[in-house]
């Protein structure tokens, strides 16, 4: 049950603008200073939004915001008119509420934080606002409808991480990927447990580690094992890099709850998906159970 350290390699990558949401996004919004920034500097970078008129507002949903002096456009276009502002007098002083968003098709950037995404408010100030401005590990705002299209189903999110998290099982020609620490795979992810899991929540490459996918209350919080559901983590944070690991929770495979199927990238053989009883009475005692954050229950 290996797992990486505490340092990614240094295989010299420069992320891709655009894909670096997720924990790199929420660390840089807590680093930056709260000087005038992407509301004002970034006008003119997005272009018009594609139906940016018409949508059918649905129930809203509230959401942190970080820095200082985000716009608030009349319409999804950062070039449109100011209609109001965002935290005007503290950096992440206002929290917004959305109901839609929409896919401009033109990226807008704050640092390494990228989204082409601009959402509807509807608090506290009415207007389309950059999803930039908001203090989550996405580039687009969790279980809120695109414009244009249905309202995502109950488990959305955790049926896109699940699809994400079985493509490894044949990714190399055909094959599962194989392990290791120090390697990184064609998507850019690192090819460890951990590397694994930050790719199937679209965490910025190379990912994060198990201490942070345990600890991190940014991207998951504990739960009990009878709240285990689909795209759900059970982690072992303890020791070193050779015995840390986790595992991407699937199903139940009886109601008695004696063991479960689960995803997981193991040494001496890569991607697996096959029946586990870690965390379970009589199973590995040290691995415990969260969920990411990004799932919204």
């Known amino acids: 049950m290996e797992e990486h350290g505490t340092t990614p390699p240094g295989d010299g990558t420069t992320p891709v603008a655009g894909t670096a949401s997720g924990l790199r996004r929420t660390l840089l919004r807590r680093a930056l200073p709260t000087a005038a920034a992407a509301g004002l500097g970034i006008t003119g970078i997005a272009g018009v939004a ?35 502002m965002i935290n005007a007098s503290a950096p992440g002083k206002d929290r917004i509420t959305a109901d839609y968003q929409v896919n401009t098709g033109r990226r807008v950037c704050e640092g ?52 994400r998290a079985a493509t490894w099982l044949t990714a190399d020609n055909g094959s599962q990927v194989p392990y290791s620490q120090s390697q990184v795979w064609k998507d850019g ?48 944070a303890s020791g070193d890099n050779n015995n840390r690991h986790v595992v991407i929770f699937e199903k139940w495979n009886d109601a008695a709850h004696s063991s479960y199927t689960a995803f997981e990238q193991r040494g001496d053989h890569g991607t697996g998906h096959r029946s586990l009883t870690y965390g379970l009475p009589g199973g590995d005692p040290e691995f415990r159970p969260y969920r990411p954050v990004v799932f919204g229950d």
Do not use: K
């Open 50 to 84: 594609h139906g940016a008129v018409g949508s059918t507002p649905r129930a809203a949903a509230d959401f942190p915001t970080w820095g200082t002096r985000w716009v608030v456009h009349a319409s999804a276009d950062t070039g449109s008119p100011a209609v109001g």
């Open 112 to 163: 390494n934080a990228c989204s082409t995404y601009m959402a509807h408010l509807t608090g506290p100030v009415s207007g389309f606002l950059t999803v930039v401005a908001v203090d989550i590990p996405q580039d687009r705002l969790p279980g809120i409808p695109v414009q244009g299209g249905p309202p995502p189903g109950p488990g959305a999110a955790r049926r896109e991480m699940l699809a």
């Open 189 to 236: 992810y690192r090819q460890d447990c951990s590397g694994y899991v930050s790719m199937a929540l679209r965490l910025p490459t190379p990912g994060t580690n198990t201490v942070g996918l345990a600890t991190d209350r940014g991207l998951t919080r504990p739960i009990s094992l009878g709240a285990l559901q689909g795209g759900d983590l059970l982690v072992d």
